[in-house]
């Protein structure tokens, strides 16, 4: 199995600048497109960020020019926020396509894991 856990999520003024992290461990073979979704009370969550494999970035319009996503070699998923906005609030989740192989019997799974969530509240 693999586990994403992030961090970084907080409270900050609008205007401000947040980083999250997400790191990914388990049984990893490899692991491909990885992303940032959010959810804000009483909406839908929606993709915000994602990196593939190799390196290209895509974003919603929302944030362009304010978000940076990056990974780095070791597995781990960022998003640099800044001027943050109040309608930026919700629950940042960072998700990971991955292939894993089982270390017991060598079963090859390929699977999407998500993180718990972590919240981010601009102020006004």
């Known amino acids: 199995q693999v586990q994403l856990v992030e961090s970084g999520g907080g409270l900050v003024q609008s205007g401000g600048s947040l980083r999250l992290s997400c790191a990914a461990s388990?049984?990893?073979?490899?692991?491909?497109?990885m992303g940032w979704h959010r959810q804000a009370p009483g909406k839908e969550r929606e993709l915000v960020a994602k990196v593939t494999s190799g390196g290209i970035t895509t974003y919603v319009d929302s944030v362009k020019g304010r978000f940076t996503v990056s990974k780095d070699t070791k597995n781990t998923l960022y998003l640099r926020m800044s001027s943050l906005r109040p309608e930026d609030t919700a629950v940042y989740y960072c998700?990971?396509?991955?292939?894993?192989?089982?270390?017991?019997?060598?079963?090859?799974?390929?699977?999407?894991?998500w993180g718990q969530g972590t919240q981010v509240t601009v102020s006004s």
């Open positions: 998700e990971a396509d991955y292939r894993s192989r089982s270390p017991v019997d060598g079963t090859w799974t390929v699977g999407r894991a």
């Open positions: 388990g049984d990893i073979f490899s692991i491909n497109d």
